[in-house]
Structures are given as C-alpha cells and as structure tokens.
C-alpha cells in the first residue's frame, strides 16, 4: 500500500472493533484516482485501509485482490457496504456518501459492521522529529 503521509485509525463505535489501525487518506485528485491500483495484496494486510474523502464511488480498475468498501455519510455513519467487491468492477454511486472506506477483504464480516454504525476516524500528530 503506498505510504504517504501520517497514518490513522478507523474505529466502529457501534461494535467497539478497530476497522484499521493503519489508515491512509487519499484527498488529492490523484490519490483518490488511484487509490489502491496496482497495490500487491501482500502490501494491503488486515489492519490497514484508505479513506478516500471527499468520495461518492469507487472502482476496482487495475486491482488484483477484492476489498471491502464502507460508504460513509459527513457524520461517518455507513450508509452503504460492498462486501468482498472484486476486482475491475465500479462499485455503487451514493449521493449521499461523503468518503469511503476501503478494506481489505473480510473486516465487514470479522468486525460486523452494518448499516448506521458509527465510525470515527482519526490521525496521530507527527512526532516533532517527524514534522521537520
């Protein structure tokens, strides 16, 4: 998965479950274009994910393993699930959904989130050695 920036942590308040404890954001055009594209599964491990914000779909182009995808609405409750969606498929548009979640494969199921769970999401500050 590519490193940049800061990591994070997707937490389901509902399920007090970690969704991912190694969390990325893709903001950019770019990084949100090409989100996990071409990523090795090996590389996208369980405990890791993308937030892809701001976000109303996405796709599974150039993938090469299935990824769960969590719609989020601007209060980061799930208002759509793609449970396992394969690769080079387009998955739901949701007006709606203001960022997704992507997975890896089976922490929907493993952590049993569902429809108007909670999600918090949230960053470490850097380190004052890191910030420099």
Known sequence: MPRHGPTGYAFNRTRTAYLATELLVASTH????RG???TDSARFRPGQGLWIV???GVHT???RFPIDVLYLDQE???I???????PWRVAAI???ASSVLELPSGTIHQTQTALGDQVDIF?????PSEAA
């Open 80 to 86: 759509h699930m793609e449970d396992g969606l394969k």
């Open 54 to 56: 701001p976000c109303h």
């Open 94 to 96: 949701r007006a709606r």
């Open 61 to 63: 182009f150039a993938m």
């Open 123 to 127: 960053f470490q500050k850097p380190k």
């Open 36 to 38: 996990l594209m071409a």
């Open 30 to 33: 770019w990084s949100r274009f």
């Open 76 to 78: 980061k409750i799930v």
